[in-house]
Structures are given as structure tokens and as C-alpha cells.
């Protein structure tokens, strides 16, 4: 299995579709069910309370600015009227929800699909947890027998975690972990994913050991892309230097969650509208760009392979999907992720892990994704 970015064929699933940009009247179906359209929901209720001229349960903060953690205390231990409030909004966002999935069950791409995992920033709380719990509901109301249910690890976590199931084990053989990236609308996150390997060769023991954060949208002036791509660098370097400290030996590889499509050179074609600067432009390339910045990760030459954020996001899960055939991931974050993955045979993954050391070494030369 060769090494390119956007790729259809994984070591544990195919990609059936990712990115997919479903439109109605009102513009992108996907804008109804992210992490702004429950926030525009919460203040809409919010709104009809203060024209009554009745205190607002929830205070002066706008709800765009009221932290999850305390919407989350709020619906568990709040007073009864703020408890109400918080739990009406989750109604309706939940019904926005189930309405956006069906709409992606009537996709060919999405025909057969028995599971849909939901990722993304708004599942990791409690407000988000139920919504996804009361939107499973409404969606097996409507008919369809399908399990609807939140991402085993932290969303944080799992834009790092799934960028290990984007290449064959074997490259990742004689070493302790792996460089990762997660790129969002608001925050880029670089992170350490240790692999243990010897201990479960299905990756499914991944956990992220260190990480850094930038949250480059609320940064003011808006950062441009070049100074974005610098201080990715910057973080990556961080994170070699640790490791080395600490005497772990890192793959030779980079792994990049990305929004938007991504073509097999590592260039992004299009939905990185959210992104600091101009991520679409003909004459940029994340990936060549990140293997200038970093040549080398030990004694091997780097490699970087980039996929789409939602389908790295599902990529966390595959390993825990080997009875599931066909299955999708939408993230709730700045927009809606999505993507659909059919399941490969088991045998995939163990074959590939046979490859000799050799291949490794050469797994950069072979592909062009690090040639400007």
C-alpha cells in the first residue's frame, strides 16, 4: 500500500465519501447541526424570555461565550427554570440533528450504513451527549434501525489518535509513537500519539501522551497562513525535542487531520474557507511545506500523509469497527464533518505488518507527497 494523502483505500476501511456538502433553501444543511447552531439556538430561547421582560436564567454572558463545562452544571444540578432552558435548546438542536442525519442516510454514498459515530468539540460535554442520545431516538423514530453514538475518546483526542490507522503498521515498526496534527476552524493542535504496538498490532491502545494547542481564531489581528504553517513547525519541533528527552523513539512519519478535500499531493482543494488564510491556493502544500520545515524525525527522512479531519476523527474508531461493516462519522465542531467508511477484512492489517524493514526506509522515496 503506497502513502498518499486523501486516500480512498486505508489499511483497516475504505472511504466511501467525506466532505460532502448537502444544500437545501437555506444554504448548507450541515450549518444546522454544528456547535453555532446550538449556541444560536440557546440564545433564540434565551431572547424569547428577556422579551417577556423575565430574568434571563442564564445570566448576562451570551451563549456563545458560556463554557461548556458550566451548561453542563447547569443542566445537572441548575435551577429548574435554567435546567429547562438548556435542555429545550438541546430539543431543538437535537431535532436539527436527527433531521441532518437522515438526510445523509439518502445519499448513495451513506446507503447501508449501520452506525454513525458522532465526534467533534459539542460531544465533549454532557449538553452534547444528550443531544446525540435524543437525536438517536428521533432518527429510529423515523424508521431506520442504525446505531447513533458518541466518539469513545475526547474529541481532542481523537483528531490525533486516528491519524495512525492513515498508514500500515509496519512503517511504525521500531518505534514508540508517532507525530500528529489536528487542524481545525479554531485551533491547531500538534500531539505525540503513543503507539504500543507490540502490545495490540491493531493500533487500538493509541493514546496521546503530550500535546500543544494554538487557538489561532481568537487571536487578534486573524494570523495569516504563513504564520500558521511557522508555528505548526514550531510545535512539531517542541514535541521531537521532548520525546528525545525522554529517550522515545518517533516514527518517520506526520500525520495532518485537515479540513476541507484533500487531494493526493497533500493540497487542499476545497472547505478550508475557516482556516488562517488562504489554505485553497494552487501554489501552497501543507504537506511539502512540513517537510521543509521538518526533514527529518530521527535518522529517517520525514514523511507526512494528510486526510480530511472527519475522516482522521473516524479513523479513531476502526479498530473497534471490525463487526461493522458500514459505518459514518459526523463531527459537531466550527462546521459538520463528514465522512463514511466501509470496513476491510481483518486479515488487511496483519498482512501489511509483515513488510520488511526495508520498506520503511524507503517509504519516502517512493512517494511524492514530500517532493515541492
Known amino acids: 500500500m503506497s502513502l498518499c494523502s486523501g486516500a480512498q483505500r486505508l489499511p483497516l476501511v475504505e472511504v466511501d465519501s467525506y466532505n460532502e456538502e448537502l444544500r437545501d433553501a437555506d444554504g448548507y444543511v450541515g450549518d444546522r447541526a454544528n456547535s453555532g447552531a446550538f449556541r444560536a439556538i440557546l440564545e433564540e430561547w434565551r431572547g424569547h424570555m428577556r422579551e417577556l421582560g423575565e430574568e434571563d436564567p442564564l445570566g448576562e454572558q451570551p451563549s456563545g461565550a458560556i463554557p461548556k463545562k458550566e451548561l453542563d452544571r447547569v443542566l445537572r444540578n441548575g435551577r429548574p427554570l435554567a ?16 433531521t441532518v442525519i437522515t438526510r445523509f442516510l439518502r445519499l448513495k454514498s451513506w446507503r447501508g450504513t449501520e452506525r454513525i459515530v458522532i465526534g467533534g468539540g459539542l460531544r465533549g460535554s454532557r449538553v452534547g451527549e444528550v443531544a446525540i442520545g435524543r437525536a438517536a431516538v428521533l432518527v429510529k423514530a ?9 466518539i469513545r475518546y475526547a474529541p481532542n483526542e481523537a483528531g490525533l489518535i486516528g491519524n ?3 498508514a500500515p503498521s509496519w512503517i511504525f515498526h521500531g518505534s514508540d509513537a508517532m507525530l500528529a496534527v489536528d487542524i481545525g476552524g479554531s485551533n491547531i493542535r500538534a500531539g505525540v500519539v503513543a503507539l504500543h504496538l507490540a502490545k ?26 504563513e504564520d500558521a504553517v511557522a508555528r505548526l513547525v514550531e510545535m512539531l519541533q517542541t514535541l521531537i525535542k521532548a520525546m528525545t528527552k525522554q529517550g ?29 488564510g488562504n489554505w485553497e491556493s494552487s501554489r501552497f502544500n501543507l504537506v511539502a511545506r512540513l517537510c521543509e520545515g521538518i526533514p527529518r524525525v530521527g535518522k529517517y527522512e520525514t514523511h507526512v500523509v494528510m486526510h480530511n479531519d472527519a475522516v482522521v ?37 496483519s498482512t501489511a505488518s509483515k513488510a520488511p524493514e526495508s520498506a520503511r526506509e524507503s517509504a519516502s522515496s517512493r512517494s511524492p507527497n514530500c517532493r515541492a
Open 200 to 225: 495490540t498490532p491493531d493500533l487500538s491502545a493509541c493514546r496521546v501522551i503530550a500535546s500543544e494547542i494554538w487557538r489561532h481564531a481568537s487571536e487578534d489581528p486573524r494570523p495569516k497562513r
Open 142 to 150: 423515523r424508521g431506520h434501525a442504525i446505531d447513533i453514538v458518541p
Open 164 to 166: 495512525v490507522h492513515l
Open 83 to 98: 435546567a429547562g432552558l438548556v435542555h429545550t435548546a438541546i430539543e431543538d438542536f437535537a431535532t436539527e440533528l436527527a
Open 313 to 349: 476523527q473516524g479513523l479513531s474508531e476502526a479498530p473497534f469497527m471490525r463487526h461493522v461493516q458500514r459505518w459514518g462519522i459526523l463531527t459537531i465542531g466550527t462546521g459538520l464533518g463528514n465522512a463514511r467508511f466501509t470496513t476491510r477484512s481483518t486479515e488487511v492489517r
Open 248 to 276: 522515545l523513539t518517533l516514527a518517520p512519519l506526520i500525520g495532518v487531520a485537515c479540513p476541507g478535500r484533500i487531494a493526493e499531493n497533500g493540497s487542499i482543494e476545497r472547505g478550508g474557507q475557516n482556516l488562517p
